[in-house]
């Protein structure tokens, strides 16, 4: 019998281990086997084929425990080109069904679907179809989450997994949401979820059943009114329509792990160096400035600290970015740590058309802007390696 999926506008469509089912698509002696995307022996995975999962292998999980979990997996390197491409495709999928598609990710969004019921007569329907073209244009598997609200459709989409679909009725929404674990929220991880426990609070039942107040003093005002409401299946997101590729990006962002832990403050500096160009250069293809530059440090032990400070004026600047990112970097006071990994990341973004820059008394009318333009015309003509700060000349990459 068919789920009554009356008043259940929201979709969340999100695809089945995507990177891994995409790269081994065309490679039909690998389905059904142990297979991880990921980098090398010091990254981490980026996805895995549900039979490497049975193993333990989970996303985010560092590659050396993921091989230590499965032996016999097989490892392949990212192919980002394919990933995207077949990203917007479905996105393109999606979109021939409603207007209203809001991208999560690369492999998943929520759809509004009521003004697309008179041509597809049910919410069902329409999860059905999506799952049906996207096995037959991609090759690969998707699941559907069916209900009210956003966040009761992500859950019933990660019910549905792999390959299936799955309708939360409107009047069965507390049944469906109590007996779930606290953290199986949207926005509950692992500090919050720990707040709860301390409580004595192991299901959403529980926190539904507990006085808001009681929440609010736990986890703020703000945060414990909304956990308590989620609990009752009460959701005030909202879909926003969103293109992907042409939505203007919140931040722009680059990191490095080391091929081996690294505990020499100039050689972070020298990364930092070039993650700041590689950032700056992406923001001036972009067309875009920011204003805050976050820096993030993963230590051996994957212990993450994430430090950022916000500029009086927007730059893309490599010289400003790393003047940033390096302050930032000695203000944590670090010696001889062993650091994993480091990244550069610049957030609140803008249109450079329509950034302004309070200029200095006695400044250049032509400085730092002029040669970064300079050097995008001579890598743009001659490759990535014709021009780089000096510093980067002087050693290899660690």
């Not at 990244?343 to 973004?349: A, D």
């Amino acid at each position: 019998m068919t789920a009554d999926d009356t008043g259940c506008t929201i979709l969340h469509v999100d695809m089945d281990a995507f990177y891994a089912s995409v790269a081994i698509r065309d490679r039909p002696e690998l389905q059904g086997q142990p297979v991880i995307v990921g980098g090398g022996n010091r990254g981490v995975v980026l996805s895995a084929t549900y039979a490497a999962r049975q193993s333990g292998v989970r996303s985010a999980m560092p590659m050396t425990r993921a091989r230590r979990l499965c032996p016999r997996a097989l490892v392949i390197a990212p192919d980002f080109e394919q990933f995207s491409t077949v990203s917007s495709a479905i996105m393109e999928t999606f979109r021939s069904v409603t207007p209203l598609v809001e991208p999560l990710s690369m492999d998943e969004a929520f759809l509004e679907v009521k003004g697309s019921l008179r041509r597809f007569d049910s919410s069902t329907r329409i999860g059905e179809h999506l799952r049906a073209r996207i096995a037959d244009e991609q090759r690969i598997t998707c699941s559907v989450g069916v209900a009210a609200t956003t966040q009761v459709a992500k859950l019933a989409s990660r019910r549905a997994k792999p390959d299936g679909l799955v309708v939360v009725p409107h009047d069965e929404v507390t049944a469906f949401l109590h007996p779930l674990a606290v953290e199986e929220l949207w926005g509950v991880g692992e500090k919050t979820a720990a707040q709860l426990h301390r409580l004595g609070l192991r299901t959403v039942g529980d926190i539904a059943h507990t006085q808001v107040s009681i929440m609010q003093r736990a986890l703020g005002p703000v945060v414990g009114a909304r956990v308590h409401a989620m609990a009752w299946g009460s959701d005030q997101h909202t879909i926003i329509a969103r293109r992907g590729a042409d939505e203007p990006e919140h931040s722009i962002g680059a990191d490095e792990t080391f091929s081996r832990d690294v505990d020499d403050a100039a050689i972070v500096l020298r990364e930092l160096l070039r993650l700041s160009t590689k950032v700056a250069a992406r923001m001036r293809k972009a067309c875009v400035k920011g204003r805050t530059v976050t820096i993030r440090v993963r230590f051996y032990d994957f212990t993450t600290f994430t430090r950022s400070r916000t500029l009086r004026d927007a730059t893309d600047l490599t010289p400003e970015i790393y003047a940033t990112a390096a302050g930032l970097f000695s203000a944590l006071g670090l010696q001889r740590a062993r650091i994993r990994m480091v990244g550069v990341r610049v957030e609140n973004l803008c249109d450079s058309a329509t950034a302004t820059r309070q200029l200095l008394l006695g400044e250049r009318q032509h400085g730092w802007e002029d040669a970064e333009r300079a050097v995008d015309r001579a890598v743009h003509r001659f490759g990535g390696a014709a021009v780089r700060p000096a510093t980067l000349l002087k050693t290899s990459r660690p």
